[in-house]
């Protein structure tokens, strides 16, 4: 019988508790993107991955967050990330896109080995959707001594935002998504299993 340590069961307990505002469907007639865009319209889930970056402070944690620069999401704020490529890792996208989307190097975070949860985005109708992207969430600690979030090209901005700023600042429908992660992420760390190693 294959036994689990406490960090993990309480990483798969996460994982089948996962609340509904995890789960997203964006109802919308017909997103402005190109037509010949590949992510549209797809034969089967989009693997993707996400990173919540948390920085420790005065003001308490604070998350990185990205304004989308591209549809399906685009002027909205959201978690960094983006779509895996074919034959990568999991963790080897989560530093790619973080790189990409947030100037942040590998060196300069400090990273969970594992996503900590799941979540999936679906845009359009229930049969045929136009987005659709299935997305392991990572986590990483950052410290505030190290380099400086900025934009890459994917990013129209980057800014840092407590819990309580996510859910006075953003939409209804993407703070719930956002902070259902986030909460996830401040639930392992209350339980010990998310710790920020020593700089």
Known sequence: MMRLTCARQFQLKTLWTCPRSMATR???SRPSVSPHD???FPSQPIAAVAVTICMAGSQGRRYALVKRNKPPSKGAWSIPGGKLRLG????VGASREIEEEVGLTVASLRWHPLPITATDVIVGGETTPEFHYVI??????HDS?????????????VAW????????????QDSDRILGVIRVAEAMMSGGVLVADKP
Do not use: N
């Open 145 to 157: 001594r190290e380099e400086t979030a900025t934009p890459g090209d994917d990013a129209a901005d």
């Open 88 to 91: 990568e890792a999991i963790m």
């Open 136 to 141: 392991a969430q990572c986590f990483a600690w």
């Open 26 to 28: 964006i109802d919308v």
């Open 38 to 40: 590949a992510r549209r």
């Open 161 to 172: 935002f407590t819990m309580e700023e996510i859910a006075s600042s953003l939409s209804g």
